[in-house]
C-alpha cells in the first residue's frame, strides 16, 4: 500500500511543479523516448538474468504492491505452532513429528495455522531441520551451522530480484541520455528548419533524460530498496524458528524454546511476555 502512495506522491509532486511553472504536458509524451528507453532497459535485464530470476523479479514487484503479510499476530501464529510441536515431542517423543514433518500440507497441526503454512520457505526450513534432528547424531552446534548455512543461502537467493532491479535502475539515467543523444542527433538533421521546430526537437530529445532519472530515482530504486527490506523481515522470521529450534535442541522446555522465538523478533512486530504466554495457553 506504502508504494502505491509513494508512487501518487511522486508523481503529483513532480506533475503538479511543471504545471506551476507552466510547463506543457503533451511534450513530456514522447513514444519514441519510451520505446528506447523502456526497451534497452528490458534488454539489459534479459542479458544479466536467468527466466528463473525475471520470474520472481515481477512477484516480487507485485508483493511489494501488496504489502508485508508479518505482522504481530502472523508471529502470534508461529509461537503457537512452535510450542505445539515442541510439547508433543516431549509428550510423544520426537517419532511423534513424523507425519507432521514429512506432509505439512497434509498436518492437521500445520493447517491450524495458515499464515505459517503459506510460508513455503518457513514451512521447508522448519520441516527440513526437524527431520535433521528426528535422524538424529547430530550436535546442537552442528545443527546450528545447518541452519545458518539454509539461512544464508536462501538469503542470497531471495535478493537477486532485489538486486537485478536495482542493476537496472542504475542503467536507466545512462538509458536516458542514449535516448537523449540520438535525439540531438535528429536535431542536428533539422539545423536548417526555423527556431521554433528546433526548439521542440531539443526540448524531445531531452525528455529521454527526464524519463530516465525519474524512473530510476523516483521509481525502480525505491522499489528495489522495498525488495530487500520484505527479504530482511521474511529472514527475521526464519531466524525467529532458527533460536527456538536450536533452545529446544539444546534440552530447553518448550515455553523457554517459544521464548526464545519470540526475543529473535523485531520489535515492530516483537509479541509481548503476556501476549505470547496467553496465545500459548490457547493451545493447551
Do not use: W
Not at 545443527?143 to 542504475?170: K, Y
Amino acid at each position: 500500500m506504502f508504494v502505491i502512495i509513494g508512487v501518487l506522491v511522486v508523481v503529483l509532486a513532480i506533475a503538479g511543479g511543471y504545471g506551476m511553472h507552466g510547463g506543457d504536458f503533451v511534450i513530456l509524451f514522447q513514444i519514441n523516448e519510451f520505446i528506447i528507453i523502456g526497451g534497452a532497459a528490458l534488454g539489459t535485464l534479459l542479458i544479466a538474468n536467468p527466466m528463473s530470476v525475471i520470474k520472481a523479479l515481477i512477484s516480487g514487484v507485485l508483493g511489494t504492491l501488496k504489502g508485508s503479510k508479518l505482522n504481530k499476530e502472523a508471529y502470534l501464529d508461529l509461537m503457537k505452532l512452535l510450542y505445539e510441536l515442541f510439547q508433543l515431542a516431549k509428550k510423544e517423543g520426537l517419532i511423534g513429528l513424523e507425519q507432521h514433518i514429512e506432509n505439512p500440507e497434509g498436518s492437521s497441526l500445520f493447517s491450524k495455522y495458515p499464515t505459517f503454512l503459506h510460508n513455503h520457505h518457513a514451512v521447508d526450513f522448519l520441516c527440513d531441520t526437524l527431520k535433521v534432528v528426528l535422524n538424529g547424531g547430530i550436535p546442537a552446534h552442528d545443527l546450528e551451522d545447518l541452519m545458518e548455512l539454509d539461512l544464508e543461502t536462501m538469503h542470497h537467493e531471495e535478493l537477486r530480484p532485489a538486486s537485478s532491479l536495482n542493476t537496472v535502475s542504475d542503467a536507466m539515467p545512462g538509458l536516458g541520455i542514449v535516448a537523449a543523444v540520438l535525439g540531438v542527433i535528429i536535431t542536428m538533421g533539422k539545423i536548417d528548419q526555423p527556431p521554433e521546430v528546433i526548439g521542440h526537437s531539443v526540448a524531445a530529445a531531452l525528455v529521454g533524460t527526464f524519463v530516465g532519472i525519474l524512473a530510476s530515482y523516483g521509481f525502480l530504486a525505491p522499489i528495489s530498496k522495498s525488495m530487500e527490506n520484505k527479504v530482511a523481515e521474511d529472514g527475521k522470521y526464519l531466524q525467529a524458528i532458527k533460536a527456538a529450534l536450536l533452545s529446544f535442541v539444546k534440552g530447553a522446555p518448550p515455553i523457554v524454546a517459544v521464548e526464545y522465538a519470540r526475543r529473535a523478533v523485531a520489535p515492530d512486530y516483537r509479541p509481548s511476555f503476556k501476549e505470547t504466554e496467553e496465545a500459548v495457553k490457547q493451545t493447551r
